[in-house]
């Protein structure tokens, strides 16, 4: 697919698996029309490009493209690494992640632990 900067699509019918759809945009997540065939077929991390089993991977959704499904993954060593850069910048300006009684309400917060979590599950062999 050619490299060119394009709005970032809404995801199509399935969010990703382990974390809510909201916490996408933290993270990331390279432009859809950027990814190669194989990181838009779910075959290798969107981030650093290693192939991924099934095993292995981290479902980022489903997402339409002109037409077109992608079906991005990361490693579990990219997603913990974006998620945890993401909670660092998001956690300190929000109320609702800043109060011990109530941080789990939080979408994108909670979410992004979620994504950690998940990337702590699939292994470690990362893209770097």
């Known amino acids: 697919m050619a490299h ?4 970032r699509p809404a995801p ?3 969010p990703p698996a382990d974390f ?3 916490v996408l945009p933290h993270l990331g997540m390279p432009a859809l029309i950027a990814l190669t065939a194989d990181d838009a077929a779910g075959r290798t ?4 490009g290693r192939a991924l089993p099934l095993a292995a991977a981290v479902d980022l959704g489903e997402h339409l ?3 077109v499904l992608a079906f991005p993954q990361s490693c579990g060593p990219c997603i913990v690494r974006r998620a945890t850069d ?3 910048v998001h956690s300190p300006d929000c109320p609702t992640c800043r109060d011990r009684e109530r941080w789990t309400e939080c979408t994108v917060g909670y979410g992004l632990l979620s994504a950690q979590r ?4 699939v292994g470690r062999g990362g893209c770097r």
Do not use: F, K, M, Y
């Open 4 to 7: 060119r900067t394009a709005a």
């Open 12 to 14: 199509a019918g399935r």
């Open 20 to 22: 809510p759809a909201e």
């Open 45 to 48: 991390c969107i981030w650093g």
């Open 65 to 67: 493209l002109d037409g």
């Open 86 to 88: 993401a909670l660092a």
């Open 118 to 121: 998940q990337g702590l599950r």
